[in-house]
C-alpha cells in the first residue's frame, strides 16, 4: 500500500519560479537541481551527508550547495549515497558516502561538503555519472576514469584489483581514434 510519502501523478515542485532549472540528478531518497546559471540545489534525505551541506540532516525543500557557490557547476550525478559535480573550470568534486572509495579522493572517508577530486590529466569532464558505489568520468580527451568499488569487474579494472579501486584510473583503449 502506498501512503502519503507517494504520489502517482506529476506534482509541481513550489517555490522554484525565480530560477531556470536545466539538470535533475536522483539518488537514493534524495534529488538535485542544477539552474542555468550553474547554481546546485539538493534536498531529501542528508543521511550519508549526500547534500553536501556539512550535515547529515534531511532538506525538505532545495537549498543551494553553499560550498559550490564560487563555481559555476555544469553537471550533476547521484549516487545511491554519494554525489559528484564537475564546474566550468574542469573540477570535479564528490561528497557523500566514500566507504567503497567513489568519491575519487584518495581515501574511503565519508564527506558531507564537496571535495576535489584527484586531479585528472584529461582535461574537464564530458560525462559524468554516478552508480551504486562507483563513479565513472569520460574526460574532454575521450579517455574513461573510474573509482569505487570494481565489484563483478563492473569498473573494467580487471581482476586482482579487489574490491575497492580508490585512486581514478585511466582505463586502457577507451579514447577515440
Known amino acids: 500500500a502506498r501512503g502519503p510519502a507517494a504520489t502517482a501523478s506529476w506534482q509541481n515542485i513550489e517555490g ?6 536545466t539538470r535533475v540528478a536522483c539518488g537514493d531518497m534524495f534529488a538535485a537541481i542544477l539552474t542555468n546559471r550553474g547554481i546546485l540545489m539538493t534536498f531529501g534525505s542528508g543521511v550519508h551527508g549526500t547534500l553536501g551541506h556539512g550535515s547529515y540532516d534531511d532538506i525538505i525543500k532545495p537549498r543551494i550547495v553553499d560550498a559550490l557557490m564560487t563555481q559555476s557547476v555544469e553537471m550533476v550525478s547521484c549516487g545511491t ?11 570535479v568534486f564528490t561528497w557523500g558516502d566514500g566507504s567503497h572509495g567513489c568519491l575519487g579522493t584518495g581515501h574511503y572517508d565519508t564527506s558531507t561538503r564537496p571535495c576535489p577530486a584527484k586531479q585528472l590529466s584529461g582535461g574537464r569532464p564530458r560525462v559524468l555519472h554516478c552508480g551504486v558505489d562507483c563513479t565513472l568520468l569520460v574526460d574532454a580527451s575521450g579517455q574513461l576514469y573510474a573509482c569505487g568499488s570494481n565489484r563483478c569487474n563492473k569498473l573494467a579494472l580487471g581482476a586482482g584489483t579487489g574490491a575497492q579501486a580508490v585512486h581514478n584510473r585511466l582505463l586502457e583503449g577507451t579514447a577515440e581514434t
Open 16 to 21: 522554484l519560479e525565480p530560477v531556470t532549472i
Open 81 to 91: 549515497s554519494h554525489m559528484a559535480a564537475s564546474t566550468a573550470g574542469g573540477e
